[in-house]
């Protein structure tokens, strides 16, 4: 009897703590399909929401960039982050400390903070180049910058559990230091890479502070937008807006959690 | 095993920041040649073995391969082909496009390669293994694939780096023929680095013993284990009784106060030694027979021997025998005159080296 109440309290709780988080977004999911503009009444399923969103051109614009942002910025900071990887893993084991702990710094950073430096960055940089405007290349530059770490963070470990010899014995076996690179050490770490994208794709989709402090006034990107449009009054368009991108963040967020859990299973039977 | 020299190491010295590891090694090997580097950990083993891969270069010193300076070409420049300790396999390929690596690197036509993979598998008694992945397979099995793999390139050395450390004894024992059969099929040279004496001396026509980065003796097995040059080989090498003693003159030594008859002269008069007498080489007689005198402190039973521990002027004697003298009962010790080595005692710092730091 008191184990039945122990596990009720237990259900009750999760099931509490589960309703504070997800009820805003799950009442935001309700309101993109009611009918009736007003918000404390249901009238009727509809997804006019939704085709009145896609005839919006500026909302598709801000789509088009957030999408191509992320997609850049992801692939950027990819290149960057492995490349800073192999490099961090490859010192000493005092510098490589060092090393990551700079490098995870950005992440635990208060995001206004890297936010504002990355705007005054680029405010400076026009006092040089006065023809540099911020806007897409700015934002872009901005994104790869705080994608960098999450990169590093997993392709590392990755690094970290290849033996060094494997690439020692590619070039025993005739390969040059590149083709060693490339056919034994890449494959290797190549889930690590995969996360890594992933990730960064999602944290570049999921930005609101970094992008807006530097963008500029001509580029938006949905997450902007969708601020901008609320401080002129809340139009059910932003709702079904909103509705998509939690999904497309929840889904990505998926995969890369399914793909650590598939290569954390196929790490433990090796050595 | 010809006479021709095919590696030759001149005056190599390694550092790594302060400390040199290894100091003006000089050492050849001949074509066809079973050479193992031998010595305690942290002795410069795998050092060697890999500025003759390639994957060091020396501060000091020349490599020469086939007559030709290699001593700053790149490992996949060299002829020669290494065998690691953890097998170094790539996980994300077959055992096929494992053992394929090298050859399409060369660039070799697809019917080669099948024919090669076919023999060399075979070689190696891995017949039909070929689609397995290599996380498939035992530690052994691995091994043989690593081996595998670097013969199909037709190297003229293969260099192995404690091939068999990771593996079982069983395994190990089953394995040291393997290599010795294929050294003989194959034709070729190995160079092979190991802390196991035991290893080493069934498998050599060479054993370099190495300590502290100077190499301490160079010589077949027969000689390493009954003629050591020193201290530090005769322990390393097998267990003995190594005795400070005095040369009387040419052919008698002074060990702990009895006039021992032995066969090495050119010591000079009353000239300080140490003199090395393995276990197997002591008899024990009845005391009235014996050189010296001795009680029996203790007794184990070996399996192929026994081994005692006799108490005489001073010292306990490790002896091994077939026969057994029980704990307590006195015995005499006879030592046959070829059985004595002698050794010079070392004076200068360079052989300080050589003193035994492991047990
Ligand atoms: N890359 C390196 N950096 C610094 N010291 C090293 C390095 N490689 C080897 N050493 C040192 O050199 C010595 C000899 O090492 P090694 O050749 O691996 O010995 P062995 O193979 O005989 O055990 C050891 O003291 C080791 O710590
Ligand atoms: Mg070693």
Request: with cysteine; charged share 20%.
């Amino acid at each position: 009897m008191v184990n039945a109440i122990k596990k009720f309290i237990q259900k009750f709780y999760l099931g509490i703590m589960l309703l504070f988080l997800y009820a805003p977004i799950l009442i935001l999911i309700v309101l993109s399909f009611n009918k009736s503009k007003s918000r404390s009444k249901w009238g009727g399923f509809t997804l006019d929401w939704y085709r009145s969103l896609f005839e919006s051109s500026d909302l598709l614009t801000a789509l088009y960039n957030t999408l191509l942002i992320a997609l850049l910025s992801a692939l950027g900071a990819t290149l960057l982050g492995t490349m800073g990887a192999i490099a961090i893993n490859r010192m000493r084991k005092s510098t490589r400390t060092i090393m990551m702990s700079i490098t995870n710094i950005p992440m635990l950073n208060a995001e206004i903070v890297t936010a504002i430096s990355l705007m005054l960055l680029f405010i400076a940089v026009r006092e040089f180049i006065p023809n540099f405007q911020l806007g897409f290349l700015s934002v872009l530059v901005s994104h790869i910058t705080f994608n960098i770490p999450y990169v590093i963070l997993s392709v590392s470990p990755k690094l970290k559990q290849t033996d060094r010899s494997t690439y020692e014995a590619a070039m025993d076996l005739g390969a040059s230091p590149i083709m060693a690179f490339f056919k034994v050490v890449l494959p290797d770490i190549m889930p690590g890479i995969l996360s890594g994208f992933l990730l960064a794709f999602t944290m570049s989709l999921d930005d609101f502070v970094i992008t807006h402090f530097t963008k500029g006034p001509g580029l938006d990107t949905l997450s902007t937008k969708i601020y901008a449009e609320t401080r002129k009054g809340i139009q059910p368009e932003i709702y079904a807006l909103s509705t998509i991108l939690f999904g497309a963040v929840f889904l990505l967020l998926v995969l890369v959690n399914l793909r650590k859990d598939k290569n954390q299973a196929d790490a433990k039977p090796r050595r | 095993m010809s006479d021709r020299k095919l590696i030759d190491l001149v005056d190599i010295t390694k550092q790594y920041g302060d400390s040199v590891v290894l100091d003006d090694l000089n050492l050849y090997i001949r074509e066809n040649e079973f050479l193992t580097l031998l010595g305690p950990s942290g002795c410069g083993k795998t050092t060697t073995l890999r500025i003759i891969g390639g994957f060091e270069t020396p501060d000091k010193g020349k490599v020469i391969f086939d007559g030709k300076d290699i001593t700053r070409l790149a490992p996949n420049e060299r002829q020669l082909n290494t065998v690691f300790q953890k097998y170094a396999l790539f996980t994300h390929m077959t055992i096929t496009e494992n053992i394929a690596f090298g050859l399409k690197i060369k660039k070799k036509s697809k019917q080669y390669i099948k024919d090669k993979i076919d023999y060399a598998l075979k070689l190696v008694n891995l017949d039909g293994f070929g689609n397995r992945m290599p996380d498939s397979l035992s530690g052994g099995q691995q091994q043989r694939i690593a081996i595998a793999r670097a013969i199909v390139n037709e190297p003229k050395v293969l260099l192995l780096d404690e091939p068999l450390g990771a593996l079982d004894l069983k395994m190990r024992q089953d394995m040291q023929y393997e290599l010795i059969r294929l050294k003989n099929e194959l034709g070729i040279t190995f160079v092979y680095v190991t802390h196991d004496q035991e290893e080493a001396l069934t498998m050599s026509d060479t054993i370099v013993v190495m300590n502290q980065g100077y190499i301490q003796q160079v010589g077949t097995p027969e000689m390493i284990y009954n003629e050591p040059k020193n201290a530090f080989v005769a322990d390393f090498i097998g267990e003995s009784n190594i005795i400070s003693a005095t040369m009387v003159e040419d052919k008698l030594v002074n060990i702990l106060g009895a006039n021992f008859v032995c066969v090495d002269t050119g010591f000079g008069r009353n000239q300080p030694v140490d003199v090395v007498i393995r276990p197997e080489d002591i008899d024990l007689v009845k005391p009235e027979d014996g050189i010296i005198k001795g009680r029996v402190t203790s007794l184990i039973f070996k399996g192929v021997h026994y081994e005692m521990e006799v108490m005489a002027n001073g010292r306990e004697w490790l002896v091994h025998s077939t026969d057994l003298s029980p704990v307590g009962s006195e015995v005499g010790i006879r030592v046959d005159p070829f059985d004595i080595q002698i050794m010079n005692r070392p004076e200068s710092e360079d052989e300080e080296v050589v003193t035994i730091d492991e047990p």
